[in-house]
């Protein structure tokens, strides 16, 4: 069993920053890719921003120059450094992680429970 356990949701004012964080944990042999999606209410959930475990990023056009993803390989964790935010950014913001757990040979996506990012003045 995989968990993803996210942190660092909250209010903020345009144009501030928000930095989210994600840990993966349990019986992990290897990850591939972790990211971040978001899901407006009314809308479909999106890609944010994804990173492979070799540093490779690709990021929505929407955030790019605004959004910074990296990862602790050795931590199992990745971060999402949000700045300039705008109203629009306002989502629930879920982590994903693309782990190869326990004794399988395949992987598998997990997901964590979503934090809310409300971006209001």
Sequence with gaps: QVQLVES?????QPEGSLRLSC?????????NAMG????APGK??????KITSGGSTNYADSV???FTISR?????????QMNSLKPE????YSCNAYVRAGTLWYYT?????????TVSS
């Design 72 to 80: 602790e390989n050795a931590k199992n964790t990745v971060i999402l």
């Design 64 to 66: 790019k120059g605004r």
């Design 89 to 92: 950014d306002t989502a629930v």
């Design 8 to 12: 660092g949701g909250g209010l903020v």
């Design 36 to 39: 971040w999606y978001r899901q």
């Design 23 to 31: 840990a993966a944990s349990g019986s992990i042999r290897d990850i």
């Design 109 to 117: 996506d997990y997901w964590g429970q979503g934090t809310q990012v």
């Design 44 to 49: 479909q959930r999106e890609l944010v921003a």
